[in-house]
């Protein structure tokens, strides 16, 4: 099963825009992780945040985490169409194993 | 360093037929993970291996089977193909062997099951 949703689950920006994904989960956490999908292809990791962490950056990416509220966002800063795909948070199973418990994805168009 | 790389990338199969899908994690990576990737269903964890040994086991009918070699290359199988087993099966391998970091996915394998 899913450990939670991704809200929106689509999104159509402007390119030049900023684009916000959010997630929530229900279980407790070591650490939470962002891919991007392109198009049905392999997932390629974006950034992990770890659950003493509340801000992390990387690039034009900038994802927040709220361990009080079980959730996340992922902010894309100047978002470029090459930027069109599925983002899924995924959180870790406490345990010492690489399972992950996806969220349902948010799919972002950018339009140029 | 080469990535993880999923074979074959396309496969059709016959309802009832069996499979097995390949994967070569990164070199030095001994934790192999599985997902199945369907429209209706999302991501969901299949089974990962350390070091040859089954580590974590998703929600899934024993049709479903993995296996991990000494050189950490994994196989999984699925028997008696059903029609609900159409998906993308994602492998992803692990540097370490506390899953504390990021896992490096492959391309995937795209089963159709007709």
């Known amino acids: 099963s899913q450990q939670g949703e991704e809200d929106p689950q689509a999104l159509s920006i402007q390119e030049g825009e900023n684009a916000t994904m959010n997630c929530s989960y229900k279980?407790?956490?070591?650490?939470l992780q962002w891919y991007r999908q392109n198009s049905g292809r392999g997932l390629v990791h974006l950034i992990l945040i770890r659950s003493n962490e509340r801000e992390k950056h990387s690039g034009r990416l900038r994802v927040t985490l709220d361990t009080s509220k079980k959730s996340s966002s992922l902010l894309i800063t100047a978002s470029r169409a090459a930027d069109t795909a599925s983002y899924f948070c995924?959180?870790?199973?406490?345990?010492?194993?690489?399972?992950?418990?996806f969220g349902s994805g948010t799919r972002l168009l950018v339009r140029p | 360093k080469a990535g993880v790389t999923q074979t074959p990338r396309y496969l059709i199969k016959t309802r009832g037929q069996q499979v097995t899908l390949s994967c070569s994690p990164i070199?030095?990576?001994?934790?192999v993970s599985w997902y199945q990737q369907t429209p209706g269903q999302g991501l969901q964890f299949l089974f990962e291996?350390?070091?040859?040994?089954?580590?974590n086991k998703g929600n899934f009918p024993g049709r479903f089977s993995g296996r991990q070699f000494s050189n950490s290359r994994s196989e999984m199988n699925v028997s008696t193909l059903e029609l609900g087993d159409s998906a993308l099966y994602l492998c992803?391998?692990?540097?370490?062997?506390?899953?504390?970091?990021?896992?490096?996915f492959g391309q995937g394998t795209r089963l159709t099951v007709v």
């Open positions: 279980t407790s956490i070591n650490n």
């Open positions: 992803a391998s692990g540097p370490t062997e506390q899953g504390n970091t990021e896992a490096f």
């Open positions: 995924a959180t870790d199973s406490m345990d010492s194993s690489y399972k992950l418990i």
């Open positions: 291996y350390f070091s040859e040994t089954q580590r």
């Open positions: 070199s030095g990576h001994r934790s």
